[in-house]
Nanobody
Framework: QVQLVESGGGLVQAGGSLRLSCAAS????????MGWYRQAPGKQRELVAT???????NYASSVKGRFTISRDNAKNTVYLQMNTLKPEDSAVYLC?????????WGQGTQVTVSS
């Protein structure tokens, strides 16, 4: 069983930065597609960014140029550097680990951006 633990969320002013981390248990991290998603109250969960095991990245258009996903396979950790934050970025941010036959989610970390 894989466990994902997110950290790094908090309250920040518009224009500020935060760095989220997601630590995974187990030895399959390096094979997985890692992703960050977010869900705001009353809205559907949406993709923020993903990174394959080969390092290919994909970003939502709303965060492209402001957010950067990265991973450290030695630490079983994926990061999301968020810059120039906007109030509309406020949401619970969730980490996802995807394998061909398995799919795991973390509990999420709250990000609140004040105007």
């Amino acid at each position: 069983q894989v466990q994902l633990v997110e950290s790094g969320g908090g309250l920040v002013q518009a224009g500020g930065s935060l760095r989220l981390s997601c630590a995974a248990s187990g030895s399959i991290f390096r094979l997985a597609v890692m992703g960050w998603y977010r869900q705001a109250p009353g809205k559907q969960r949406e993709l923020v960014a993903t990174m394959t095991s080969a390092g290919t990245t994909n970003y939502a258009s709303s965060v492209k140029g402001r957010f950067t996903i990265s991973r450290d396979n030695a630490k079983n950790t994926v990061y999301l550097q968020m810059n120039t934050l906007k109030p509309e970025d406020s949401a619970v941010y969730l980490c996802r680990l995807q394998l061909p036959l398995n799919d795991y989610w973390g509990q999420g970390t709250q990000v609140t951006v004040s105007s």
